[in-house]
């Protein structure tokens, strides 16, 4: 309840528009997460794909493109390539607990930044301070801290509520649930 409490609704709104802006000029949605993140953004593609006319797309999606370019670059650097076709009518989505940093997540930061010296649109669902994506973000949305110990599973969990919050806003959601 306090996180529910917390969050930041105009955030929420902002992304909203953030992405009703992407489907009009026809730009495409890339997710990344990792961990716990990277389920929440398979099931984020699906439903922007399904119940909101937005062309969505994760790296995670394909395990023998990802372990590949993890092979081939490195881990650090898992998301390059396939992050190298965005183009300024898309934009980066995030999803982690801690928003990638220079110790963890690096993967996250990484992305972040070169998307960030690109110009790119990014945006966020974190937890903490958001690390280098709420530092890049142009819409960053944190879950607040409730609990330290519990920041993984809160985070994460209402990763998948704010999600759903998003996809079924009605200036978004263009098609409806079977439930």
Request: charged residues 25%; glycine residues 8%.
């Amino acid at each position: 309840a306090q996180i529910a409490i917390q969050l930041d609704a105009e955030k929420i709104e902002q992304m909203v528009k953030e992405l009703v802006s992407l489907r009009d000029r026809g730009g495409r949605l890339f997710i990344i997460g990792l961990g716990g993140s990277a389920a929440n953004a398979s099931h984020a593609v699906n439903d922007f794909r399904r119940l909101c006319g937005i062309n969505a797309y994760s790296p995670l999606d394909n395990v023998a493109e990802l372990t590949a370019a993890i092979n081939d670059d490195g881990v650090d650097s898992m998301f390059d390539r396939y992050l190298s076709d965005l183009d300024d009518m898309d934009a980066l989505m995030v999803l982690s607990v801690g928003g990638g940093t220079d110790t963890v997540s690096k993967a996250i930061s990484k992305s972040v930044k070169d998307c960030a010296d690109y110009k790119d649109v990014i945006l966020g669902i974190v937890g903490r301070d958001g690390g280098e994506t709420a530092k890049h973000a142009d819409c960053c949305i944190i879950v607040p801290t409730i609990e330290p110990s519990r920041v993984t599973p809160h985070t994460e969990g209402w990763q998948s509520v704010v999600l759903h919050c998003i996809v079924s806003h009605p200036d978004l959601q263009r098609n409806p649930t079977k439930w």
